[in-house]
């Protein structure tokens, strides 16, 4: 699987406090070791039958480390013979063919394709290609079940971030933007709430997925943390008339721009002076003063911060305990510098 595939997994697991791709790969190595099991011994467990090859004899505790973190996974044992799954042999590609499954299923719906590539990169374990397949619908169902369930509860800081994926439409590979949308409830507890694509970020893209959220129950939207999408800031206004926070890692980024390589140790200590302050007075005032203080030498610097410190500064209208590192606002990844 190439980065970009990847760069959906990432940033689902980067986003929620709840660990959903690697829930997911758990879910399809149980049913993988399921499968497997069930091609040794002959038979569904439980079941009585003439084919019946030996009977399972509990299991052990093994460890797997994927790229969403570590998994506990408890392997069958057979009375007669061994298993070791195949997914865990040395050089086999199935946690990226999983990892391939599940993010098509966040996304678009799992391919054919796919689906080849996952019994291919299971081998000879003896599982059929209709029993991967079944494998694939259950999680294409688990993921789907995921994305249109109920949103409860009120969720004041919404943060949305995309990225670009290549997908195959139509016989050919094509760009695809996929959003991903995180809120962040009264209790502090960050979740995803909501993953969509499409070929542009126009507002009737944005409004229609912002839409969507709302639809389902999304409510107390105060503040919507993203990069400078003018699209995304009509549709917000208009769905949910919520403030808007420029992401601090974006803006970070497209303001060093404006400076040369060696400068940018320095600037960067003199931003960040302004996000130490205690108040949004000070921040306000020291914003000024770390802009004026790059006028001379980094001139575009000094005019991007004198037209988006109102951006970048809005979280500050908040309660201060969602300052901190710990809370809300800026501990989501694209928000804390």
Same mark, same amino acid.
Request: charged share 25%.
């Given at each position: 699987?190439?980065d970009?595939?990847? +760069? ?14 690697? #829930? ?6 149980? &049913?993988?070791?399921?499968? #497997?099991?069930? *091609? ?17 004899n509990?299991? @052990?505790?093994?460890g ?9 996974l ?5 009375r007669? $013979?061994?298993y ?15 990892? =391939?499954?599940?993010? #098509?299923?966040?996304?678009?719906g799992?391919?054919? @394709? ?9 081998g ?9 397949? &079944?494998?694939? =619908?259950e999680?294409?169902? &688990? ?11 009120e ?8 990225t ?6 139509g ?6 933007? =996929? ?8 209790? $502090?507890r ?14 009737? /893209? ?24 003018? $699209?995304?800031?009509? =549709?917000?206004s208009?769905v /949910?008339? +919520?403030s ?5 890692? !974006? ?5 060093? +721009? ?16 302004? /996000?130490?302050q #205690?108040?949004?007075?000070?921040? !306000? ?5 770390? +802009? ?12 991007m911060?004198?037209?988006? @410190? ?7 209208? /908040? ?16 928000v *804390?510098?």
């Amino acid at each position: 699987m190439t980065d970009d595939r990847m +760069a959906l997994v990432e940033l689902i697991e980067q986003g929620a406090d709840s660990d959903l791709v690697r #829930e997911m790969l758990a879910f399809a190595a149980e &049913r993988m070791m399921d499968m #497997e099991i069930e *091609a040794r011994t002959g038979a569904p467990s439980g079941t009585r039958s003439p084919a019946r090859l030996t009977h399972r004899n509990g299991y @052990r505790e093994r460890g797997w480390d994927t790229r969403a973190g570590r998994i506990d996974l408890a392997i069958p044992k057979l009375r007669k $013979g061994s298993y070791f799954p195949s997914f865990l042999e040395p050089r086999r590609t199935a946690e990226k063919a999983l990892a =391939a499954v599940i993010q #098509e299923a966040y996304v678009h719906g799992v391919s054919t @394709r796919s689906v080849d590539d996952l019994v291919k990169a299971m081998g000879a374990s003896g599982v059929s290609k209709s029993q991967v397949s &079944r494998l694939v =619908a259950e999680i294409d169902e &688990r993921v789907n079940a995921f994305l249109t369930r109920p949103i409860e509860g009120e969720w004041p800081y919404l943060w949305i971030d995309a990225t670009y994926l290549k997908v195959r439409e139509g016989g050919r590979i094509v760009s695809t933007a =996929a959003i991903i949308a995180v809120g962040v409830n009264t209790d $502090g507890r960050r979740e995803v709430l909501g993953i969509a694509t499409g070929p542009s970020e126009a507002e009737p /893209f944005w409004k229609a997925f912002l839409r969507s959220l709302a639809d389902r129950g999304l409510r107390g939207v105060k503040l919507v943390i993203s990069d400078d999408h003018k $699209g995304l800031r009509a =549709a917000a206004s208009k769905v /949910f008339a +919520a403030s808007q926070q420029r992401c601090r890692v !974006h803006w970070m980024r497209n303001a060093l +721009a404006h400076t040369a390589p060696k400068q940018r140790p320095a600037v960067i200590a003199m931003i960040k002076t302004i /996000f130490a302050q #205690e108040t949004a007075e000070a921040a !306000h005032q020291q914003w000024e003063q770390v +802009a004026d203080a790059c006028r001379e030498k980094f001139p575009k610097l000094a005019g991007m911060m004198d037209s988006s @410190r109102e951006d970048v500064l809005a979280y500050m209208a /908040f309660p201060k305990e969602h300052w901190a590192h710990h809370n809300p606002i800026v501990s989501l990844p694209a928000v *804390a510098a």
